[in-house]
């Protein structure tokens, strides 16, 4: 797949919202009870981008990486809410746009 297929695959799906997101529970197992769940998020099964390694690999490549983070977390709370899980979503984020956002506000 050329950069350019890339780029366009990555676009359809930050703006078509072909972000997939799974669940997996956190479990506390001294309560024996799920806590919630953390959000994992995949491009769509018939894509190269499926994988979340190529997917943000793509996207950190091309300076989209904000944008599809943003596309995934939108993805995993509408999900989460649908699925009317119990307990808590967790979501991760890219330690370095956190960073250096929290660097700019300072």
Same mark, same amino acid.
Request: glycine share 6%; hydrophobic share 35%; charged share 20%.
């Given at each position: 797949?050329?950069?350019?297929?890339?780029?366009?695959?990555?676009?359809?799906?930050?703006?078509?919202?072909?972000?997939?997101?799974?669940?997996?529970?956190?479990? @506390?197992?001294?309560?024996?009870?799920?806590?919630?769940?953390?959000?994992?998020?995949?491009?769509?099964?018939?894509?190269?981008?499926? @994988?979340?390694?190529?997917?943000? @690999?793509?996207?950190?490549?091309?300076?989209?990486?904000?944008?599809?983070?943003?596309?995934? $977390?939108? @993805?995993?709370? $509408?999900?989460?809410?649908?699925? *009317?899980?119990?307990? *808590?979503?967790?979501?991760?984020?890219?330690?370095?746009?956190?960073?250096? $956002?929290?660097?700019?506000?300072?």
């Amino acid at each position: 797949m050329t950069i350019t297929e890339q780029l366009s695959a990555l676009t359809s799906i930050i703006s078509g919202g072909g972000v997939h997101s799974l669940f997996q529970p956190i479990v @506390s197992l001294s309560e024996r009870r799920i806590l919630g769940y953390e959000a994992l998020s995949r491009g769509p099964s018939n894509s190269p981008l499926h @994988s979340p390694l190529n997917l943000f @690999s793509v996207a950190r490549q091309t300076g989209r990486l904000s944008e599809l983070e943003v596309a995934c $977390r939108e @993805s995993a709370c $509408r999900r989460f809410s649908d699925q *009317k899980l119990a307990g *808590k979503l967790f979501l991760n984020v890219s330690p370095n746009r956190c960073w250096s $956002r929290f660097i700019r506000q300072a």
